[in-house]
């Protein structure tokens, strides 16, 4: 079965569902991102409380109200339990207005590449629905997992996009390698 749109809030692939988060979802929010290892490259984003689990789905909720999509909440298509999350985020990048794609999985489901069969419907769909923003990723340096992940979403190392993150000096990939330059051509 090839990748497809089923509505505005649910992607499918192959093996994977991707739907918007509902309330019943903060559960897995606070599982996933209170591991310390999915969120090793990204300790900023580690939760430690139900509350915070819950501040976490109502910004991703508000997002989605705001601009129609946001992230969604990745299962495979035979079980309903999440096995991680995938999305992007309208946000600005050296001036410019982008679309950030996160991606956040359960370690129990780690060297299958459903981050990367995820980050490639999601990709695909902002290419296709949202064509006036270059898609985005931001990634630490050694963290080679996710730059494999960011490849196989089809996207492209844009070294003059480098930059201070929330979290260290990230990586940038892109869909369109020549923007978010003052003259809209990498630098070098």
């Avoid at 979802?25 to 209170?34: E, F, M, T, V, W």
């Avoid at 299958?112 to 923003?133: F, H, T």
């Amino acid at each position: 079965m090839s990748d497809r749109e089923v509505g505005d809030s649910e992607l499918l692939t192959a093996r994977l569902s991707l739907r918007r988060p509902m309330r019943g979802d903060i559960g897995a929010i606070l599982a996933i991102h209170s591991d310390t290892r999915a969120c090793r490259y990204n300790p900023s984003d580690a939760l430690a409380s139900r509350a915070g689990a819950e501040r976490l789905f109502e910004l991703w909720d508000s997002h989605w109200r705001r601009f129609g999509f946001g992230y969604w909440v990745v299962r495979r298509r035979s079980c309903e339990a999440p096995v991680g999350f995938c999305g992007i985020k309208a946000m600005q990048l050296k001036g410019e207005r982008v679309l950030n794609l996160f991606y956040r999985f359960d370690p129990s489901s780690w060297g299958c590449g459903l981050a990367s069969e995820a980050a490639a419907v999601v990709v695909s769909w902002a290419v296709r629905q949202v064509p006036d923003y270059p898609v985005i990723a931001r990634v630490h340096p050694q963290n080679v997992a996710s730059q494999r992940v960011a490849a196989h979403a089809g996207l492209i190392r844009a070294r003059h996009l480098d930059g201070q993150g929330f979290d260290g000096w990230d990586w940038i990939y892109t869909s369109r390698p020549g923007s978010a330059s003052p003259e809209g051509q990498p630098q070098s």
